[in-house]
């Protein structure tokens, strides 16, 4: 099946003011999310019955409850409920205060504006077709930019939206799809007619044997039309139905500094790299719980952009800034800026609390090619959880072979990491066991006074021999008697996300530790909920 090339939202029309009452019918038709909904068609044609209650759906009812699915499928769009492990749909914090009926408005209006391909529902592998991977846009934003120019006379038509707005990719595409439509818009109607056909042959993914324009217009008008319409929502542009979105010249401003405002205080949500889970629960965040971006809540000056990414390239290396002291920050910003002007930008960012995960630390952490950086990346996640690291230490041996990471912990105990960035999949063989269990534990154990209590491995991506672990601990008894020396494994993005979760959810250091004791059960976590669930996580 080919992928996606354009934006897509579901259809027919779905009018924000009505997002409400969706949910309001959801819970009502699932007594409280508390019914299974994956597969479960009885559930699906309940939440039709409860739309047509509400009267918010048309009085019918399909032979499969593929409308209730429909309807669904909007709210995961917004991320007002996600699907979990179990195929229950739970609510978010902005799902949860939108059926409080607070601040209803603003969440709704939060999660238009925080809109992005991709989310968790368009990764989710129920959706299909999927879109290409080199989607990276928040369509919402992106039209409402575009709108508010005066180049574009301050208007885009439903036309223009349906050819050359669906089919942008990237937020850094905005200039490109202005010159396309200015150039549409000063053609013959000869070539007009032949740019868009060009359009409907590359960018339409059906399996269509009618390629024609007319026939992509058909097809994806409904997709601009619902855009448009939840772009007027946010009262940052008007949409004169079924012609053109506008804004008003006298409006630009207030306009322009509002989207600049959500651009910078909630960048492009990367944490769809960890989990479906963590992306939905963070990007569905309500408007006050929802934590600001990683630099603070307000925009700087334009002419200081350039210092601004600068800054962040350096603290890309670290996943929770609120832990660098104002000497660590001082240090690391010293590696290019000259004194006067690091304790100057680290007293700006230490005048902030930023509780919320660095988001350039999570694509370069989930993408490191090199071996020694993932290390030294994954003791960071390590550090910000609430142990204290140890990075590559001295054996008691003094053999050649290495731990990569040492964690302290309780004043009189440590755990031995072992990072391995295996890019396709990491087989903990009998081998590598046996060298945990004869070599590392008994090579360690009594370093700096503090007793081996447990043993892990951290994964670049999938692994495979988590019987070994146990093994491990059969075969460490031998150099270490009279204790049960456990082990854990887990993939990187498990462990990102499991400190993910910890900031959201304001854990105590100790208490982050604890929970992450509580996992080392000689098991191995591919997903966040396994990992939750084993922590015992309330």
């Not at 850094?172 to 053609?187: C, E, G, M, P, Y």
């Not at 959880?385 to 040492?406: C, D, H, Y």
Request: proline share 3%; aromatic share 10%; net charge neutral.
């Amino acid at each position: 099946m080919a992928e996606r090339k354009i934006w897509f939202i579901t259809r027919p029309e779905r009018d924000p003011k009505f997002h409400r009452d969706a949910l309001l019918a959801l819970w009502d038709a699932t007594n409280g999310l508390t019914v299974q909904w994956s597969g479960n068609r009885d559930a699906h044609l309940n939440y039709e019955r409860a739309l047509n209650a509400r009267g918010v759906k048309r009085e019918n009812i399909s032979k499969d409850g593929s409308g209730g699915r429909t309807w669904a499928a909007m709210l995961k769009t917004f991320t007002y409920v996600y699907t979990d492990e179990n195929g229950f749909l739970v609510l978010t914090k902005a799902g949860r205060k939108i059926l409080k009926n607070e601040r209803v408005r603003d969440n709704v209006t939060k999660q238009i504006l925080t809109l992005q391909i991709p989310n968790a529902y368009y990764l989710e592998s129920g959706f299909r077709p999927q879109f290409e991977s080199t989607f990276r846009i928040r369509p919402a934003r992106f039209l409402i930019k575009l709108t508010n120019q005066a180049q574009l006379s301050y208007y885009v038509t439903k036309e223009e939206i349906t050819y050359f707005v669906l089919t942008a990719q990237t937020d850094n595409q905005l200039d490109a799809v202005t010159d396309k439509i200015l150039a549409f818009r000063s053609a013959s109607n000869t070539l007009k007619a032949q740019m868009k056909q060009e359009i409907a042959e590359n960018f339409d993914h059906r399996e269509r044997s009618d390629k024609g324009a007319r026939d992509f217009e058909n097809a994806h008008g409904d997709v601009a039309h619902t855009f448009m319409l939840i772009s007027e929502y946010t009262d940052l542009v008007e949409y004169i139905r079924g012609e053109a979105l506008r804004v008003a010249p006298s409006n630009s401003k207030r306009v322009a500094e509002e989207i600049d405002n959500y651009d910078y205080r909630y960048p492009f949500n990367s944490r769809y790299l960890i989990s479906l889970q963590r992306m939905a629960e963070n990007n569905g965040l309500d408007i006050e719980s929802y934590k600001a971006s990683s630099y603070g809540s307000s925009k700087p000056a334009t002419n200081k952009s350039k210092t601004l990414n600068k800054i962040r390239e350096l603290l890309a290396d670290y996943p929770d800034l609120d832990e660098l002291t104002h000497e660590d920050l001082k240090k690391i910003l010293m590696n290019e800026f000259p004194p006067r002007e690091a304790e100057k930008h680290t007293h700006d960012l230490k005048q902030v609390t930023h509780q919320a995960l660095n988001n350039d630390f999570v694509e370069g952490y989930l993408n490191e090619q090199d071996n020694l950086v993932f290390e030294d990346k994954t003791g960071e996640v390590f550090k910000a959880i609430g142990f204290e690291v140890e990075m590559r230490p001295k054996s008691l041996a003094n053999v050649e072979t290495e731990i990569e990471i040492l964690l302290k912990f309780g004043g009189s105990m440590m755990g031995i990491i072992d990072a391995k960035n295996y890019r396709t999949k990491f087989p903990l063989s009998a081998h590598l066991a046996s060298h945990m269990a004869s070599e590392y534990l008994p090579n360690y154990d009594g370093h700096d006074g503090l007793s081996v209590s447990f043993f892990g491995y951290v994964t670049a991506a999938d692994w495979s021999g988590e019987k070994n672990l146990a093994k491990i601990s059969t075969l460490a008894k031998r150099a270490i008697p009279g204790r049960d020396i456990m082990g854990i494994m887990l993939s990187a993005n498990v462990l990102l996300g499991f400190l993910d979760y910890c900031i959201d959810n304001d854990l105590a250091k100790q208490e982050r530790v604890q929970l992450f004791l509580n996992a080392i059960q000689n098991r191995g976590y591919a997903k966040m909920g396994e990992f939750l669930r084993a922590a015992k996580v309330k």
